[in-house]
């Protein structure tokens, strides 16, 4: 992920961008695509927005709103123990962008500290719904496929089962 200008708005933004020894790979190209798709579906305040994706001579790229800020996982080593409002803060926008998700047919299936982007004024925004479930496409993994951070799963999501929003909620405590 790359910083970068879109030079017509001249607004700072994050750029995405597939390496080329895995461009080969059709698969992770597909959960890329996936992850667009996400994206693209889910406009709330408390999701990094995903503003276009391409590809230029077969490298895949992803243009996404430029978070100025840590993610969670960023704050949390250099202050291991933070007061109380901050994380009821953290807590509150991520849940917020959780229950929004699901309206749109879309669980995220790996929130995770590093996924969780805290903005300057401490708004915090959930990222990387690359392997997300999308009610309505084609599934990406069969029932009874695992896929996600072991650390994070719900038991029902470690167990490969049918999951849900609960789920999200569960990686998200």
């Not at 959930?126 to 029932?143: C, E, H, N, V, Y």
Request: aromatic fraction near 6%; proline fraction near 5%; charge should be positive.
């Amino acid at each position: 992920i790359y910083l970068a200008e879109n030079v017509a708005s001249k607004e700072q933004v994050a750029l995405k961008v597939i390496l080329p020894h895995i461009a080969s790979d059709g698969e992770f190209i597909k959960r890329f695509l996936h992850e667009v798709q996400a994206n693209k579906r889910l406009q709330h305040k408390n999701i990094i927005q995903v503003k276009e994706c391409d590809d230029y001579k077969g490298t895949y790229f992803m243009v996404m709103e430029f978070i100025n800020g840590l993610t969670l996982g960023e704050l949390l080593k250099i202050e291991p123990v933070l007061p109380l409002n901050i994380p009821l803060n953290i807590l509150t926008n991520l849940l917020e962008g959780l229950k929004y998700s699901p309206s749109k047919g879309v669980s995220h299936r790996d929130i995770k500290p590093y996924k969780s982007m805290i903005r300057m004024n401490g708004d915090v925004s959930s990222a990387d719904f690359g392997i997300s479930k999308i009610a309505d496409l084609t599934r990406l993994t069969q029932t009874g496929s695992v896929l996600g951070t072991p650390a994070y799963m719900s038991p029902v999501q470690a167990q490969g089962k049918q999951i849900d929003a609960r789920s999200d909620i569960f990686s998200t405590g």
